[in-house]
């Protein structure tokens, strides 16, 4: 008895290691290209405006993920192309230790200085972030540090080109972030920088708001993505091929004319920005 349970636990044992191969083994479905990408492109709407273009010219599907944690996912096996922001924490080791290709800009979006309706400091419109905030240290009206790396980057270059005005009497840093910060500059009728497009979303969820975008058009408040096609020799099951088409089909001449085209519902500004190069 013993030994025929011996000899069926073997067995059970040499199938699972089988299936197990053979799974290992799958080859990449040619006709789907699973992308993982950070929330705000499939949010805003970009996504659904280009991917059915190129459902129907290829014949494949797009299966997107939204999310944080794209390289995670990418790392075990569940997506053949990243897109996420340039300086996005995990880029550079996901691409250092092998698992993903030479990273190809393909779009930006856009952070914002945002203010109060009544506009104290009278920034409304200007084309300069380091002008606005030099206008609202001036007259000494509440601006709200948002503490998160990219925007505390982004301030503090905005300030040294602004000639590091002294903050006392009206920068105010307590370490709040995202829309934590917005409600503190809303509390405050002062200013506050975030993403455009997450400071929309959280406005529309809202009854009221005594907020709005003031300055956008800086070029400096570009925030860059890029575009990473995981590697088959590093992550097996990877359909490199898909998805070097997608990303060819996102640097298009066409394609990136329609991302300055896009505009998101509710807005008029442009928060979509081409960043395809070929230097």
């Known amino acids: 008895?013993?030994?025929?349970?011996?000899?069926?636990?073997?067995?059970?044992?040499?199938?699972?290691?089988?299936?197990?191969?053979?799974?290992?083994?799958?080859?990449?479905r040619s006709n789907v290209v699973r992308l993982a990408v950070v929330n705000t492109p499939q949010f805003s709407g970009l996504l659904d405006d280009l991917l059915p273009g190129f459902e129907r010219e290829t014949g494949i599907t797009v299966e997107v993920y939204g999310g944080e944690d794209v390289y995670k996912k990418a790392r075990s096996g569940k997506a053949d192309l990243v897109i996420s922001h340039y300086g996005k924490k995990g880029v550079e080791r996901f691409v250092k230790d092998g698992y993903g290709a030479w990273p190809r800009m393909v779009f930006a979006n856009q952070a914002a200085l945002i203010g109060h309706k009544s506009d104290p400091a009278g920034v409304r419109g200007m084309t300069s972030v380091a002008g606005a905030l030099r206008r609202i240290a001036d007259a000494r009206a509440p601006?709200?540090?948002?503490?998160?790396?990219?925007?505390?980057?982004?301030?503090?270059?905005?300030?040294?080109?602004?000639g590091q005005p002294d903050r006392q009497g009206w920068f105010i840093d307590s370490g709040a972030v995202k829309a934590a910060a917005v409600l503190l500059a809303e509390?405050?009728?002062?200013?506050?920088?975030?993403?455009?497009?997450?400071?929309l979303r959280f406005d529309a969820e809202r009854a009221s708001s005594e907020l709005e975008i003031l300055v956008a058009e800086d070029p400096s408040l570009q925030r860059v993505m890029a575009a990473i096609v995981v590697n088959p020799d590093k992550v097996p099951g990877v359909n490199a091929d898909g998805a070097g088409k997608l990303l060819e089909y996102l640097l298009s001449p066409r394609v990136q004319a329609r991302i300055a085209a896009f505009r998101v519902a509710g807005s008029d500004l442009q928060l979509w920005w081409p960043a395809g190069r070929n230097n």
């Open 143 to 162: 601006f709200v540090h948002n503490d998160i790396p990219g925007v505390d980057y982004l301030t503090e270059i905005a300030l040294e080109s602004a």
């Open 1 to 28: 008895m013993l030994e025929k349970r011996t000899n069926w636990s073997l067995f059970v044992l040499a199938i699972f290691a089988l299936c197990t191969a053979a799974f290992a083994d799958e080859p990449a």
């Open 187 to 199: 509390e405050k009728k002062g200013y506050v920088i975030w993403g455009a497009l997450p400071f």
